[in-house]
């Protein structure tokens, strides 16, 4: 009876993300965090929290409750704390928001409510949660609109690339969302992965054209 009053008038509440009787509260202004153990003892943060679970009798899947909810009231603070803006840079759902500070650092949040420091780690992200393919391939396009990002006849399917031309590095995106960072690692990567003999003489082509177009641009050639 006194844990309901005190989720009425004092604002505690109950998480099935928390162990069973524990409460949680979080102060309006000052965003402070408490939370009440079955026991009765008042912790005043998460880490506090993982250090009861594991001193007194706790099990592992206590431990994964707090660890879920760490990680909703993390989004709960990134959305609090920072104005993310939708625009055409991104896809559908996702949102953006430019650091403060000299570097102006862009970051990208997932219709989730997930924050990345690259359209590439955001692509990655969606391949690994099995993103619709439209989606994917809407940020796929905002990466070759706004980083360069190519595709090229001669790479297997779903693969891009990116500083091709002078001396510049090389990377390459595949399917699967791996960078790779030189045509040594692709070879390879194709080689254990499932692909097929003409991706990798597809791949060979792609090493000659980039070869003849840095020898071409590597010098300064003149008519005769």
């Keep these: 009876k006194m844990k309901t009053k005190m989720i009425e008038?004092?604002?505690?509440?109950?998480?099935?993300n928390l162990p069973?009787?524990?409460?949680?509260?979080?102060t309006a202004v000052s965003k402070a965090l408490y939370l009440l153990t079955n026991e009765g003892m008042v912790l005043e943060s998460f880490l506090a929290a993982i250090e009861y679970l594991k001193s007194n009798m706790y099990n592992e899947d206590d431990l994964k409750k707090i660890g879920i909810l760490i990680a909703r009231k993390e989004v709960e603070r990134r959305l609090d704390n920072y104005e993310w803006?939708?625009?055409?840079?991104?896809?559908d759902?996702?949102?953006v928001r430019i650091a403060e500070g000299k570097t102006g650092k862009t970051f990208y949040l997932s219709p989730d409510s997930l924050q990345f420091g690259s359209r590439c780690l955001a692509l990655q992200y969606m391949i690994k949660a099995h993103f619709d393919m439209e989606?994917?391939?809407?940020?796929?396009?905002k990466m070759m609109e706004y980083e360069d990002w190519e595709e090229n006849k001669n790479l297997p399917t779903g693969w891009l690339t990116r500083g091709t031309t002078g001396c510049k590095g090389l990377y390459l995106l595949t399917s699967e969302g791996m960078v790779l960072e030189s045509f040594?690692?692709?070879?390879?990567y194709l080689k254990s992965n499932i692909y097929n003999e003409a991706d990798v003489k597809k791949m060979k082509l792609f090493v000659e054209d980039i070869s003849i177009d840095?020898?071409?641009t590597g010098y300064s050639w003149q008519g005769s």
């Design 9 to 16: 008038y004092e604002d505690w509440e109950e998480s099935k």
């Design 20 to 26: 069973t009787g524990w409460l949680i509260r979080e």
């Design 85 to 91: 803006d939708e625009n055409d840079s991104v896809p």
């Design 93 to 95: 759902g996702w949102k």
């Design 135 to 141: 989606n994917i391939e809407q940020m796929k396009n």
């Design 184 to 188: 040594l690692a692709a070879m390879e």
């Design 214 to 216: 840095r020898r071409i």
